[in-house]
Nanobody
Framework: QVQPVESGGGLVQAGGSLRLSCNAPRSIFRIVYMGWYRQAPGKQRELVATIASGGSTNYADSVKGRFTISGDTSKNTVYLQMNSLKPEDTAVYYC?????????WGRGTQVTVSS
């Protein structure tokens, strides 16, 4: 596979939880960041959370305190634990792997939160 591969999306009720997983393709170039982005219908793609090779993390204000990103860039793996989900979290979630050479995007996984 040349793209990262996401899994774990689905349908959940408001207040529930989901855990997304991403496996990035192996590369001769160093992975600097891995992260999660999302895009809702009619809206632009936005950052959800990122994790750097040194372990530092970054979150969108809308998900702070509810979502947790984890993983190991050296193993090309990242997770997103999503708790206290809200209908506004409904979107296609994309995994991104950033190397010294270029960025790689997954095809996305659908997350739908019902009220």
């Amino acid at each position: 596979q040349v793209q990262p591969v996401e899994s774990g999306g689905g349908l959940v009720q408001a207040g529930g939880s989901l855990r997304l997983s991403c496996n990035a393709p192996r590369s001769i170039f160093r992975i600097v960041y891995m992260g999660w982005y999302r895009q809702a219908p009619g809206k632009q793609r936005e950052l959800v959370a990122t994790i750097a090779s040194g372990g530092s993390t970054n979150y969108a204000d809308s998900v702070k305190g509810r979502f947790t990103i984890s993983g190991d860039t050296s193993k090309n793996t990242v997770y997103l634990q999503m708790n206290s989900l809200k209908p506004e979290d409904t979107a296609v979630y994309y995994c991104k792997s950033s190397t010294d050479y270029r960025d790689y995007w997954g095809r996305g996984t659908q997350v739908t939160v019902s009220s």
